[in-house]
């Protein structure tokens, strides 16, 4: 209908506008920093002798920091201060 192809392999998005004019929006093509593999894969990469590390993380609560506890920011209050109407959990 709207007649959009979205490519998921290739991250690109293509648009025809009503005057039939094409845009294609293409993605970031780069690899994440940290490959990810497959249970089965470390599992083989194990058996072949790789070293492997077990990882656990746990997300938490972040503390509400005022400008006296962070070192550099506390020497420089007129440049770090608080935005009104700027809120930082969006």
Request: with cysteine; charged share 25%.
């Amino acid at each position: 209908m709207y007649r959009a192809t979205i490519d998921c392999k290739w991250k690109t998005t293509a648009l025809v506008t009503r005057e039939g004019d094409k845009i294609v929006h293409k993605g970031n093509h780069s690899s994440p920093t940290i490959p990810v593999i497959s249970v089965t894969k470390a599992y083989k990469l194990m058996g072949k002798g790789c070293t492997a590390y077990l990882c656990a993380v746990e997300a938490g609560e972040t503390p509400k920091l005022e400008l006296k506890d962070i070192p550099i920011a506390q020497e420089f209050p007129e440049v770090f201060q608080e935005v009104p109407g700027l809120s930082l959990d969006q």
